[in-house]
T-cell receptor
Framework: EPEVTQTPSHQVTQMGQEVILRCVPI?????FYWYRQILGQKVEFLVS????????KSEIFDDQFSVERPDGSNFTLKIRSTKLEDSAMYFC?????????????FGPGTRLTVL | GQNIDQPTEMTATEGAIVQINCTYQ??????LFWYQQHAGEAPTFLSY????GLEEKGRFSSFLSRSKGYSYLLLKELQMKDSASYLC???????????FGTGTRLLVSP
């Protein structure tokens, strides 16, 4: 069964460094999302992406964040200058379309630790 | 504004039935989703409702009342492996982001 994959599974970085989190959505899906979950808290929406551009973003997704689909398969989240409070699990999700029956499928996540 | 409420924690016994409630208030609504999440893992899709009524999938059922802003997830014949967090999420209109509740941690004991 097709699944969303993410790399790396765990990333440790120093405050102020740039990180790139990678995702490979399910191949025939057209809509892509990033969510994050700080330890012990709820899953929060960051950004949605469709047709090679951001379609919606949350207040969390400030100028330090960017997303890109550099080729036909990868979908990346870049954090330019990491802060301690960026430590969280980052989940990528994808969905085939926007009909009422389309479900978002989540990748296994990347645990980002900022020291 | 958007608000999803569900109980923080519930306990139940193996073989029993448990109902996890969720109430929501969202500016746009296009369906209610339930996900299961084991600690340190990704949410995995369980069930969704777009129209009012009950949807059954094996041991899991989900109910929606749009007029009341209310949903529940029913788990039957509980097994130890059902110990996990259960996330209620309302799907927004537009580009359909999911708005999650804080999750209900279910502990199943022998």
């Amino acid at each position: 069964e097709p699944e969303v994959t993410q790399t790396p599974s765990h990333q440790v970085t120093q405050m102020g460094q740039e990180v790139i989190l990678r995702c490979v959505p399910i191949s025939n899906h057209l809509y892509f999302y990033w969510y994050r979950q700080i330890l012990g808290q709820k899953v929060e929406f960051l950004v949605s992406f469709y047709n090679n551009e951001i379609s919606e973003k949350s207040e969390i997704f400030d100028d330090q964040f960017s997303v890109e689909r550099p080729d036909g398969s990868n979908f990346t989240l870049k954090i330019r200058s990491t802060k301690l409070e960026d430590s969280a699990m980052y989940f990528c999700a994808s969905t085939p379309g926007q009909t009422s029956t389309d479900t978002q499928y989540f990748g296994p996540g990347t645990r980002l630790t900022v020291l | 504004g958007q608000n999803i409420d569900q109980p923080t924690e519930m306990t139940a016994t193996e073989g029993a039935i448990v109902q996890i409630n969720c109430t929501y208030q969202t500016s746009g609504f296009n369906g209610l989703f339930w996900y299961q999440q084991h600690a340190g893992e990704a949410p995995t899709f369980l069930s969704y409702n777009v129209l009012d009524g009950l949807e059954e999938k094996g041991r899991f059922s989900s109910f929606l009342s749009r007029s009341k802003g209310y949903s529940y997830l029913l788990l039957k014949e509980l097994q130890m492996k059902d110990s996990a967090s259960y996330l209620c999420a309302a799907r927004d209109t537009g580009f359909q982001k999911l708005v999650f509740g804080t999750g209900t941690r279910l502990l199943v004991s022998p």
